[in-house]
């Protein structure tokens, strides 16, 4: 069974930091990563994308990277902003599947 | 223009009732998917439709159809409509290893 994962569940940060999220993944056969942004009641917004032969992808203060030989993917948001606050979604992409999203990082950065 | 829309983006309708959601996407993608996202926000694929292939997920309930007039249109169908229903649904579309583009959801609600 493919399964994804995010740690953390839930991260509540002051304005400026430099932030980690984690995505992990059960099944090394992947296509593609992406990240995904979902403000609340919205639809969800791509951010960055990874191919299976990539390492990482960088959009600004975004860098997303992945590692298959270890099953993660981390999203790494500089110096955050209060426009920040989202939901963060990875989702993977199998050979012949569909995208298998993870349950999400609820993001809240304070001013 | 839109990439992804869907049609309507509320839906509030009583028990046992038939509905339809409909998406259309402009981007020439030959893939295209409907996700259900529940009360706790997971996102959880449903159908995805490619060249006229229908992969189904098993879980999805056969009062749930999918209709594909058309390489850019998807439409989901769905017969005596149950509480449990209840949820937002997204549409999709990507093509092969590219990146997943996302309508901005219908919320159906049923009372």
């Known amino acids: 069974k493919q399964e994804v994962t995010q740690i953390p569940a839930a991260l509540s940060v002051p304005e400026g930091e430099n932030l980690v999220l984690n995505c992990s993944f059960t099944?090394?056969?992947?296509?593609?990563l992406q990240w995904f942004r979902q403000d609340p009641g919205k639809g969800l917004t791509s951010l960055l994308l990874?191919?299976?032969?990539?390492r990482e992808q960088t959009s600004g203060r975004l860098n997303a990277s992945l590692d298959k030989s270890s099953g993660r993917s981390t999203l790494y948001i500089a110096a955050s902003q209060p426009g920040d606050s989202a939901t963060y979604l990875c989702a993977y992409k199998f050979y012949g599947q569909n995208f298998v999203f993870g349950p999400g990082t609820r993001l809240s950065v304070l001013p | 223009d839109t990439a992804v829309s869907q049609t309507p983006k509320y839906l509030v309708t009583q028990m046992g009732n038939d509905k339809s959601i409909k998406c259309e996407q402009n981007l020439g993608h030959d893939t295209m998917y409907w996700y259900k996202q529940d009360s706790k926000k997971f996102l959880k694929i449903m159908f995805s439709?490619?060249?006229?292939?229908?992969?189904i997920n098993e879980t999805v309930p056969n009062r749930f159809s999918p209709k594909s007039p058309d390489k850019a249109h998807l439409n989901l169908h769905i017969n005596s409509l149950e509480l449990g229903d209840s949820a937002v649904y997204f549409c999709a579309s990507s093509q092969a290893s590219f990146e997943a583009f996302f309508g901005q959801g219908t919320r159906l609600t049923v009372v």
């Open positions: 099944d090394s056969a992947i296509y593609n």
């Open positions: 990874i191919q299976s032969s990539q």
């Open positions: 439709y490619n060249n006229k292939e229908l992969i």
